[in-house]
Structures are given as structure tokens and as C-alpha cells.
């Protein structure tokens, strides 16, 4: 289990992360299971928790600080497919190319056989 | 101006997820610009044990996402409140390159200038930019969002 994030989050947005080394690059599974009882998901919305699309990114950048230590720099392409409600297991693919400042990360959200999120993005290294 | 008693009218979304402050200025169909004060003691920062880097603070970037695309969907709104028997909702579905050039902290004011770029059905499409006072903090060249149910009946 990953613990509470030591930086600013507006909750835990992975429970369990599964990383490979392959070389320089590597993959990530990220599982979350939607919490309709968390506080964020009670106000998104009162009487129906949905999992909030810009979670889908938390989760992302969750995994990717735990596994490297990266930074979210730019979402180049996201998209939504399906919403997650709760109860729902989340599972979050990734994979993170290893790129001159950074990683080039391609993921892919599923619940069960339905993929609920589509996402490139790049991530930079720690500066502090 | 639109205080943030008629953005409650304007958004389902509540707290700890409703993140526009206030409307300061609302061209129908073409643009809004919006506030959101960002706290110390906002939830996200709750967490942070003492000690930590001064990174630490730094601003989520999913809640700048949610920020800006609550501040697109009331641009999209136009002051018109939901129809109350429908169960569609306004529903963020995709963005590209949404590029992030500087961090926000406690005691910064973001101000989200969106620009509706157009319309197709039941899908919209903005652009706009996020600063704290004249530093730029974020880009986004398209959020797109739709009008839909939360999971259609199978």
C-alpha cells in the first residue's frame, strides 16, 4: 500500500503501484478503488461520487513521484471515455519513456474491460 | 461580477470541490475570467508533515485542471442555471497539451482567462491561460466538455 503523499494532494489517489524496470524505461500499474465516502467525492457530486476526470492526472502523478520522483509538466493529451463511480477498481497502465530532462509517460485507465481514460503526458525531475 | 453565491446556483460541484471564488468578468459565448484563492488551509495541504520542501506546497495540478474547467463550464453556462429533471451533467471529457510553466502556493490568487472556442452539439471547446498576478502559471490549448448522463442506463 502507497501511504498518505508527503506533498500536497487533494487525497490518496493510488492504493497499490507495481513498477518494472526495463533499462532506462519502465511501467507502472496504479490500482485505486473509488471511495464515494471521501470528502472530495462527496462535494464531486452531493448524492452521486464520481471520480473526478483531473483524478485520473492525480493518480498519474502519484504513481510517478513514488516511482521516480517526477513531476507533472505537461498533459499533452487526456481523454475521458467512462465515468468511475463508486466502489469502481481503477487500474492505471503506464508506460514511461525515458526522455533528455524528463519522461514521455503513455497510460491507459480500465475498469474491468472498459478503458475510462486515455493519457499522454511528460514529466520533468525533481528540481528541489 | 458573479459572487460565489450564484456560482452555487451555476455548478453541482461542493466543498472541497468547488473551486471558483468569484467571476470577474463574463463576455457571453467568448470568455470569462475567474478567481480562485488558494489557501493554507485548503485540504490538500493537510497532509504535509512539518519540515517539508517549500515544494510541497505547490498547488495540485489535477485541482488547477478542475479550477479552470469549472471556470469554462460557467463561461459555457452563461448565468443559466441546470434544468432541474435532467440528468445529464456538464462533464470534462478531454484536454491537450495542458502545459504547466510555474507552481502556485498558499496565499496566491489564480486567475483563469478562458476563451470559448466553439460549440459542436453538445460539446464545447476552450482555450485559455492561468496566472498569479503577471506570472504565468499554466496553458491549455484545447478542454473540451460535454452535456451527458453519469453512466448511461445499460
Redesign the interface.
Known amino acids: 500500500m502507497i501511504g498518505i503523499p508527503a506533498f500536497a494532494a487533494p487525497l490518496r489517489a493510488v492504493d497499490t503501484l507495481d513498477v518494472r524496470q526495463q533499462g532506462d524505461d519502465f511501467e507502472l500499474v496504479a490500482r485505486i478503488t473509488v471511495d464515494g465516502k471521501e470528502p472530495n467525492l462527496r462535494g464531486h457530486f452531493p448524492g452521486q461520487a464520481v471520480y473526478p476526470g483531473v483524478f485520473v492526472i492525480e493518480t498519474l502523478e502519484q504513481a510517478m513521484r513514488e516511482a521516480v520522483n517526477a513531476r507533472l509538466r505537461t498533459v499533452r493529451s487526456v481523454r475521458f471515455l467512462a465515468p468511475l463511480l463508486d466502489g469502481d477498481l481503477m487500474v492505471l497502465t503506464a508506460t514511461a519513456k525515458r526522455v533528455r530532462d524528463g519522461w514521455e509517460v503513455i497510460g491507459k485507465a480500465v475498469l474491468g474491460e472498459t478503458t475510462t481514460a486515455k493519457v499522454r503526458a511528460t514529466f520533468e525531475e525533481d528540481a528541489a | 461580477m458573479t459572487g460565489h453565491h450564484d456560482i452555487r446556483i451555476l455548478l453541482?460541484?461542493?466543498?472541497?470541490?468547488?473551486l471558483v471564488d468569484r467571476v470577474l468578468d463574463l463576455v457571453p459565448g467568448e470568455s470569462i475570467v475567474t478567481i480562485k484563492a488558494v489557501t493554507g488551509t485548503?485540504?490538500?495541504?493537510a497532509?504535509?508533515?512539518d519540515g517539508?520542501?517549500?515544494?510541497?506546497?505547490?498547488?495540485?495540478?489535477?485541482?488547477m485542471?478542475?479550477s479552470f474547467?469549472q471556470s469554462a463550464a460557467l463561461l459555457w453556462l452563461d448565468g443559466r442555471a441546470p434544468v432541474e429533471d435532467d440528468d445529464s451533467?456538464l462533464?470534462?471529457?478531454?484536454?491537450?497539451?495542458?502545459?504547466?510553466t510555474a507552481a502556485a502556493r498558499p496565499g496566491d490568487v489564480l486567475r483563469h482567462e478562458v476563451r470559448l472556442e466553439s460549440v459542436l452539439a453538445d460539446t464545447a471547446f476552450a482555450t485559455g491561460r492561468t496566472w498569479v498576478g503577471d506570472r504565468l502559471i499554466a496553458t491549455v490549448t484545447t478542454l473540451t466538455a460535454t452535456r451527458r448522463p453519469?453512466?448511461p442506463a445499460a
Open positions: 453541482p460541484q461542493r466543498y472541497p470541490l468547488l485548503e485540504p490538500c495541504y497532509g504535509i508533515p517539508a520542501p517549500a515544494s510541497s506546497y505547490d498547488y495540485p495540478k489535477s485541482l485542471i478542475e474547467g451533467t462533464m470534462f471529457i478531454g484536454a491537450r497539451d495542458y502545459h504547466f453519469v453512466r
